[in-house]
């Protein structure tokens, strides 16, 4: 088992930026791919970005590309999402996930692959 822990959101500008945290406990982290989605208001839930078992390897949507970065720090059992240039339609509950699966585009995209939720974490940006 893994239990995760989101935490850093809040309410910020247009423009402006947030970092969030997803800590993690249970089943070793260095082990799990890390993938962030997010599910705005009426809206599915979305990939966001993904994070290989060592770091090496990322993943981001095209939406986030540029504005975004994904890193971990495996002796912490942390991951983090650093959001810079915040839109309006950034605006959603941030969720991060795991799962054991090899690095691979389909299956760090899509959420029926994640094993294990957070129970997320809300980014209002406000233009």
């Known amino acids: 088992q893994v239990q995760l822990v989101e935490s850093g959101g809040g309410l910020v500008q247009a423009g402006g930026s947030l970092r969030l945290s997803c800590a993690a406990s249970g089943r070793t982290f260095s082990s799990l791919v890390i993938g962030w989605f997010r599910q705005g208001p009426g809206k599915e839930r979305e990939f966001v970005a993904a994070?290989?078992?060592?770091?090496?390897?990322?993943w981001y949507a095209e939406s986030i590309k540029g504005r975004f970065t994904i890193s971990r720090d495996n002796a912490k059992n942390t991951a983090l999402l650093q959001m810079n240039s915040l839109k309006a339609e950034d605006t959603a509950v941030y969720l991060c996930?795991?799962?054991?699966?090899?690095?691979?585009?389909?299956?760090?995209?899509?959420?029926?692959?994640?094993?294990?939720w957070g129970q997320g974490t809300q980014v209002t940006v406000s233009s």
């Open positions: 994070i290989s078992s060592s770091g090496v390897m990322t």
């Open positions: 996930a795991a799962n054991g699966l090899p690095f691979n585009r389909l299956y760090i995209t899509t959420s029926q692959r994640y094993d294990y």
